[in-house]
């Protein structure tokens, strides 16, 4: 993997800036019928890229998250959040508003995401100035499989930074996601679309650039592949410290833990544990609530792994 300039600087997170309401159900899949009675809807800012960045600057790495936002209701609470947290944010205007979607959460914590694709579109861009300056003062680019960030991957290639990127539901094949592995030195992706992880993952090394690919499997673990080792090797998951209550930012929290270890210099086997744990912790957070792990959480939990 290539040694950055400024590894004294923090991450850069492009994208994945947006609102989610939160609908309580009884029950996934929600029957059929003319109306549900719900216990409550709530509308709170974060997304992947939101989630990705609080879960790193509580982990005590410096973060810049830069995404296109509406002049809206929505776009206000996300600029709350980020302001609330500490975390600087780069909001550039959008004209067909804040990206926002719909989860629906079931009593065991397992969700159905709506995503509303009329928030965002082509004309999306990061301005190549503006990039290729906050990249040029990082250590790091993580970037969220949004529009914005699909036209970003070629000025990143030429830019001498490292990359991850998070595929989220990848099914192996779609050319879309594929962009993106392509384009990232660590590639995340959930197993839950992926007939065979093994597979997929080499595929991704495949590619060319990546050195690490990872498929979290939620309470089943994972598998991590390596380029220097070859091997596909199962990671074990870590069991939650409270009950599980949503399952909604895992992912964006295994990642943040994955990349503080591997920026802090560990190897990937214990950057994946420092994953689950982080991912663990998030399973017992309520949709409605922000709480990602700190770092003296993590570190506390992980001198029993």
Same mark, same amino acid.
């Given at each position: 993997?290539?040694?950055?300039?400024?590894?004294?600087? $923090?991450? =850069?997170?492009? $994208?994945?800036?947006?609102?989610?309401?939160?609908?309580?159900?009884?029950?996934?899949?929600?029957?059929?019928?003319?109306?549900?009675?719900?216990?409550?809807?709530?509308?709170?800012?974060?997304?992947?890229?939101?989630?990705?960045?609080? $879960?790193?600057? *509580?982990?005590?790495?410096?973060?810049?998250?830069?995404?296109?936002?509406?002049?809206?209701?929505?776009?206000?609470?996300?600029?709350?959040?980020?302001?609330?947290?500490?975390?600087?944010?780069?909001?550039?205007?959008?004209?067909?508003?804040?990206?926002?979607?719909?989860?629906?959460?079931?009593?065991?914590?397992?969700?159905?995401?709506?995503?509303?694709?009329? #928030?965002?579109?082509?004309?999306?861009?990061?301005?190549?100035?503006?990039?290729?300056? =906050?990249?040029?003062?990082?250590?790091?680019?993580?970037?969220?499989?949004?529009?914005?960030?699909?036209?970003?991957?070629?000025?990143?290639?030429?830019?001498?930074?490292? /990359?991850?990127?998070?595929?989220?539901?990848?099914? $192996?094949?779609?050319?879309?996601?594929?962009?993106?592995?392509? *384009?990232?030195?660590?590639?995340?992706?959930?197993?839950?679309?992926?007939?065979?992880?093994?597979?997929?993952?080499?595929?991704?090394?495949?590619?060319?650039?990546?050195?690490?690919?990872?498929?979290?499997?939620?309470?089943?673990?994972?598998?991590? =592949?390596? #380029?220097?080792? !070859?091997?596909?090797?199962?990671?074990?998951?870590?069991?939650?410290?409270?009950?599980? /209550?949503?399952?909604? !930012?895992? !992912?964006?929290?295994? *990642?943040?833990?994955?990349?503080?270890?591997?920026?802090?210099?560990?190897?990937?086997?214990?950057?994946?544990?420092? !994953?689950?744990? *982080?991912?663990?912790?998030?399973?017992?957070?309520?949709?409605?609530?922000?709480?990602?792990?700190?770092?003296?959480?993590?570190?506390? #939990?992980?001198?029993?792994?």
């Amino acid at each position: 993997m290539r040694v950055p300039h400024h590894p004294e600087l $923090g991450v =850069l997170v492009l $994208g994945g800036a947006g609102v989610d309401t939160i609908v309580q159900v009884p029950q996934l899949p929600l029957p059929y019928a003319d109306s549900h009675l719900v216990p409550a809807i709530t509308t709170r800012a974060g997304q992947t890229g939101d989630f990705l960045a609080l $879960g790193l600057h *509580a982990l005590g790495l410096p973060v810049h998250h830069v995404d296109v936002l509406g002049d809206d209701p929505e776009g206000a609470l996300v600029r709350a959040l980020h302001e609330k947290s500490g975390i600087v944010f780069t909001a550039l205007p959008s004209s067909t508003g804040t990206k926002r979607a719909v989860n629906l959460v079931d009593p065991a914590g397992r969700r159905l995401s709506l995503y509303d694709i009329s #928030r965002g579109g082509e004309h999306d861009r990061f301005p190549e100035p503006l990039l290729a300056e =906050l990249a040029a003062g990082c250590r790091h680019v993580h970037v969220c499989i949004t529009h914005p960030g699909a036209y970003a991957l070629a000025q990143l290639a030429d830019l001498d930074v490292t /990359v991850s990127t998070d595929l989220h539901n990848w099914d $192996g094949a779609n050319p879309y996601h594929e962009q993106f592995a392509a *384009a990232a030195d660590v590639v995340f992706v959930s197993a839950t679309a992926l007939a065979d992880p093994e597979a997929a993952l080499r595929r991704v090394l495949a590619l060319g650039r990546a050195r690490i690919a990872v498929a979290t499997d939620g309470d089943r673990g994972g598998h991590l =592949l390596t #380029r220097d080792d !070859g091997t596909v090797r199962r990671f074990a998951a870590v069991t939650p410290p409270r009950p599980v /209550v949503d399952s909604n !930012g895992a !992912g964006d929290a295994f *990642a943040a833990g994955f990349l503080y270890g591997l920026l802090t210099g560990l190897p990937p086997e214990r950057c994946a544990t420092y !994953g689950a744990i *982080a991912g663990a912790h998030a399973c017992t957070v309520a949709a409605t609530e922000v709480d990602p792990l700190d770092r003296s959480a993590l570190l506390a #939990r992980a001198t029993t792994f």
